[in-house]
C-alpha cells in the first residue's frame, strides 16, 4: 500500500533527479518560492519511489504548477493506472479541506502517461480548463513550405527579399537585455501582459538553459524571441514578437522559420510555441498565425481535486 510523506526539497531531488520538464524541478521551484505562502515536496511510495508532486500554497489552494506554464506529477518510469489512481486520493488525502489546481503538460510531453493521467484524473477531479497548445514538429522542417498555409508562404517570400537577419545571441546580461526590450515593446504595442520581469529571466536562465534571438533589419532590431529548453528534446517559446512598425515587411514569418530551422539543426524534435487561449477561450488571431506557420495544436489540461 503506498503512502504519502512530505520531504525536504534536498531529499526530493535526491528521488527524483531526473524529472520530466524544468518546471518540476527543485531548483524551479526553489527559485520562485516567494510566490507561494510556502511548498509541500511530497513523495508517494511503497516499497518503490512511485511518484512526487510539487505544489504551491496559495489563498485560494494547493496549486501545481504555482508559477510555471504546467506542471503535474513526477515518476521515476511508467506506472499503471491503479497506482496513479492510488496516488492521486492520497494526494487529495493531504489536505482534504483545499482545492488542489493542477495543470498537466500539453499531451506532446508524453502522449502515453498524459493521456492516462487525464483518464485519471477527469474521473476524479474536475476539468476547470482545456488550453489550444500550440507547437512545431521539427522533423517536418525540411518541408516547410509544402506545409505552411499559402499566405504564410507569400510571407515568408517577402520577408525573404527585405535584408531581415536572424542574430542568436550569446546569453550575457546585455543580450538577454537587448531582446528583452524589443519584447517589452511589443507587449506594450499590443497591450498583451508581459508576466516576467528582465530580471525575472535573468534569475531564471541561471538555473534553465535558454536562448536568445533578434531580427534586424538596417541595423535596427525588430523582432526578438526568448526560448527556454524545457525538456528532453522540447525547447519553449516564452516570449517572441515584432514591432508594429515593421510588420509589413512580414518580420513573424521570418523570425518563425529561422528559429525553426535553427532547432532543426540542433537536433532537437519539438518546438513548443505555448498556448493561443486564456483560460480556456481563443485568441483567434494568434491560433490562426500560428496555424499558418505549420504548428499543430494539442489539448493542455486543467483540473480541480
Known sequence: MMRITEVSPSEYKKQFAVVPHV???????????????????????????????????????????????FGGFVMPRSQRLRYMEEALELVQSFSPDANIHVTLPPLIYDQSQLSKWVNVLQRRAAVTCIDLNYHFDLSRFPRYEEIVGRDARWGLHRAAREGLELVVLAGTDADIERAYSVIEANRAEHGYPLRMTLQAVKDTVRHVKADFFVMTHGGIDIAAAQVFHVADGVAQVIYWGDLKEYARLRTMNWLAYNVFQYYYKQGLKILDIGPSTEDGVPNHGLCEFKESIGCDVSPKFRFLL
Open 23 to 69: 518546471f518540476n524541478s527543485v531548483e524551479f521551484s526553489e527559485l520562485n518560492r516567494d510566490k507561494v505562502d510556502g511548498l509541500h515536496y511530497l513523495m508517494l511510495a511503497d516499497d518503490k519511489v512511485r511518484f512526487g508532486i510539487i505544489l504551491g500554497e496559495k489563498s485560494d489552494g494547493l496549486h501545481s504548477p504555482f508559477s510555471a506554464p
